[in-house]
């Protein structure tokens, strides 16, 4: 994350032209606050963003962006730790997380969504606690992670909810039950006010419920699930390590399943078996889910993809303690398998920024502060990571200069701001980004000042166009319209 100075992760961009978008809305050399209007409460992912504005102070919108992402990628083993810790199982285990955070999910640029991880996590640890003794203190603390767990992204939160009143749950003692659930009464509260609001919780209750009136369900057969579940996991870079460290990390696990040996505290506290049973009974419903829930609905994608991270992770609860030669070589090899995933996602990282970015920050010096630019993007993706980590080029240009771009994620209902009708680009149609051989620049681009080119040109290079190409290089090229 650190070595390069554009990470291989296909959202990233729109995450920061979303930061400078909010951080610098009053700027008027960028000029945001002519095209655009701010909603903070459209968007459930309100902490992520929160957090990112105030470090972009500092830091600036990049560098704020690579802290939370460390912050997530870090912050995951060490949540899992206190989880393992309170349920009195091998805190080791948390090793087993390591390997799983450079995932689909960080990848594709889920931030919201990796980030949500390891405070959930954390809040079944506070969860645990609280179950033990009940304090102010705790409950107080449990309260405040799981509303910033929703304000962080709804899934793992859906999960830190279900599994913290499955934690506190006391069969025949309901004032202990109450009390136990009275922190989660906030954050539930949010998302009931967020899903009768917000446009975006609209459509997740929609498609939570297999359809609606904005669109079809896609669902997904459960040969194709299967085949593309490794790729929701770790197989993210093109060629065969990854892969290969993606058997190794589940031959190790099943290693660590039956060879160990159920330790923990043989207390009948909030630590014992079955509260630690309650929490990985999260595993297979995550699982299960990942079957039953629709692919994509209406703009909402992925959606089941997101559960198989979360079915393994769940699952680490329920491996016994790790003693003797094969527990201290099952951790080795965990220990081994972090290490070279890292060091290969690097690898990765580093040629993809050397070889293949190219002159991508020239191509962005030759526009104005606060134009409007559009991206075509012929070549979108890399020789190695997969996905698409150039799609969202235009992203780039907003980040650094302002002004209004499309591709954008201003148009989508999770958007903290949108456009202002009276100063907004024409409305493009779905996967427009995807499809930049249908464009006609000369029809549909007319608005824009600029056009930022990655591969083709496509049609705009055509003598008709109303374009002159002003800067060229490997990979970019930059056109003016000529008014």
């Given at each position: 994350?650190?070595?390069?100075?554009?990470p291989?992760?296909?959202?990233?961009?729109?995450?920061?032209?979303?930061v400078?978008?909010?951080?610098?809305?009053?700027?008027?050399?960028?000029?945001?606050?002519?095209?655009?209007?701010?909603?903070?409460?459209?968007?459930?992912?309100?902490?992520?963003?929160?957090?990112?504005?105030?470090?972009?102070?500092?830091?600036?919108?990049?560098?704020?962006?690579?802290?939370?992402?460390?912050?997530?990628?870090?912050?995951?083993?060490?949540a899992?730790?206190?989880?393992?810790?309170?349920?009195?199982?091998?805190?080791?285990?948390?090793?087993?997380?390591?390997?799983?955070?450079?995932?689909?999910?960080?990848?594709?640029?889920?931030?919201?969504?990796?980030?949500a991880?390891?405070?959930?996590?954390?809040?079944?640890?506070?969860?645990?606690?609280?179950?033990?003794?009940?304090?102010?203190?705790?409950?107080?603390?449990l309260?405040?992670?799981?509303?910033?767990?929703?304000?962080?992204?709804?899934?793992?939160?859906?999960?830190?909810?279900?599994?913290?009143?499955?934690?506190?749950?006391?069969?025949?003692?309901?004032?202990?039950?109450?009390?136990r659930?009275?922190?989660?009464?906030?954050?539930?509260?949010?998302?009931?006010?967020?899903?009768?609001?917000?446009?975006?919780?609209?459509?997740?209750?929609?498609a939570?419920?297999?359809?609606?009136?904005?669109?079809n369900?896609?669902?997904?057969?459960?040969?194709?699930?299967?085949?593309?579940?490794?790729?929701?996991?770790t197989?993210?870079?093109?060629?065969?390590?990854?892969?290969?460290?993606?058997?190794?990390f589940?031959?190790?696990?099943?290693?660590?399943?039956?060879?160990?040996?159920?330790?923990?505290?043989?207390?009948?506290?909030?630590?014992?078996?079955?509260?630690?049973?309650?929490?990985?009974?999260?595993?297979?419903?995550?699982?299960?889910?990942?079957?039953?829930?629709?692919?994509?609905?209406?703009?909402?994608w992925?959606?089941?993809?997101?559960?198989?991270?979360l079915?393994?992770?769940?699952?680490?609860?329920?491996?016994?303690?790790?003693?003797?030669?094969?527990?201290?070589?099952?951790?080795?090899?965990?220990?081994?398998l972090?290490?070279?995933?890292?060091?290969?996602?690097?690898?990765?990282?580093?040629?993809?920024?050397?070889?293949?970015?190219?002159?991508?920050?020239?191509?962005?010096?030759?526009?104005?502060?606060?134009?409007?630019?559009?991206?075509?993007?012929?070549?979108?993706?890399?020789?190695?990571?997969?996905?698409?980590?150039?799609?969202?080029?235009?992203?780039?240009?907003?980040?650094?200069?302002?002004?209004?771009?499309?591709f954008?994620?201003?148009?989508?209902?999770?958007?903290?701001?949108?456009?202002?009708?009276?100063?907004?680009?024409?409305?493009?149609?779905p996967?427009?980004?995807?499809?930049?051989?249908?464009v006609d620049?000369?029809?549909?681009?007319?608005w824009?000042?600029?056009?930022?080119v990655?591969?083709?040109?496509?049609?705009?290079?055509?003598?008709?166009?109303?374009?002159?190409?002003?800067?060229?290089?490997?990979?970019?090229?930059v056109?003016?319209?000529?008014?």
């Amino acid at each position: 994350m650190w070595s390069v100075a554009h990470p291989a992760i296909q959202d990233l961009p729109q995450h920061l032209a979303a930061v400078r978008v909010l951080a610098d809305y009053g700027d008027p050399e960028l000029a945001f606050a002519q095209y655009f209007t701010v909603d903070l409460f459209r968007t459930q992912y309100l902490a992520y963003y929160l957090a990112a504005i105030v470090l972009s102070w500092p830091f600036g919108v990049l560098a704020a962006n690579k802290i939370l992402i460390t912050a997530s990628i870090v912050g995951t083993p060490y949540a899992m730790r206190a989880l393992i810790r309170a349920l009195g199982g091998d805190e080791r285990l948390a090793l087993f997380v390591v390997p799983l955070t450079w995932n689909a999910h960080l990848i594709l640029g889920f931030m919201n969504f990796t980030a949500a991880i390891p405070l959930a996590l954390w809040g079944l640890a506070l969860a645990v606690r609280l179950r033990e003794r009940w304090t102010r203190r705790r409950a107080i603390t449990l309260g405040v992670v799981t509303l910033v767990c929703f304000y962080t992204h709804v899934v793992p939160f859906a999960f830190l909810g279900l599994g913290a009143a499955l934690i506190g749950l006391e069969w025949r003692q309901h004032r202990e039950t109450a009390w136990r659930w009275l922190p989660l009464v906030p954050a539930g509260a949010a998302m009931l006010i967020w899903t009768q609001l917000s446009p975006a919780g609209e459509s997740t209750v929609s498609a939570a419920s297999g359809g609606g009136a904005r669109g079809n369900a896609i669902f997904m057969s459960a040969s194709q699930a299967l085949t593309e579940l490794p790729s929701w996991l770790t197989d993210v870079l093109h060629g065969e390590q990854d892969s290969q460290l993606l058997v190794g990390f589940g031959l190790t696990f099943v290693v660590a399943a039956v060879a160990g040996r159920r330790g923990g505290n043989a207390s009948s506290g909030p630590s014992d078996w079955t509260v630690r049973r309650r929490v990985a009974l999260l595993s297979p419903l995550a699982a299960l889910l990942y079957f039953v829930t629709p692919a994509s609905y209406d703009w909402i994608w992925p959606i089941n993809a997101r559960f198989p991270l979360l079915a393994v992770m769940f699952a680490i609860v329920a491996l016994p303690r790790q003693r003797g030669l094969v527990g201290a070589a099952v951790l080795a090899a965990v220990v081994t398998l972090s290490i070279s995933g890292s060091l290969e996602v690097r690898r990765a990282f580093v040629e993809f920024d050397r070889d293949e970015v190219g002159a991508l920050d020239e191509a962005i010096a030759q526009l104005p502060k606060g134009a409007r630019v559009a991206a075509l993007v012929f070549d979108r993706g890399s020789r190695q990571v997969k996905f698409a980590p150039f799609i969202h080029s235009a992203a780039w240009v907003q980040a650094e200069n302002g002004g209004a771009v499309m591709f954008t994620f201003a148009d989508f209902p999770q958007s903290p701001f949108v456009f202002r009708e009276d100063r907004r680009p024409p409305r493009v149609g779905p996967r427009w980004e995807w499809m930049p051989e249908r464009v006609d620049p000369g029809r549909d681009l007319t608005w824009y000042d600029y056009v930022l080119v990655r591969g083709g040109p496509g049609r705009i290079a055509q003598a008709s166009q109303p374009f002159e190409r002003v800067w060229q290089s490997q990979h970019w090229s930059v056109w003016r319209h000529v008014r």
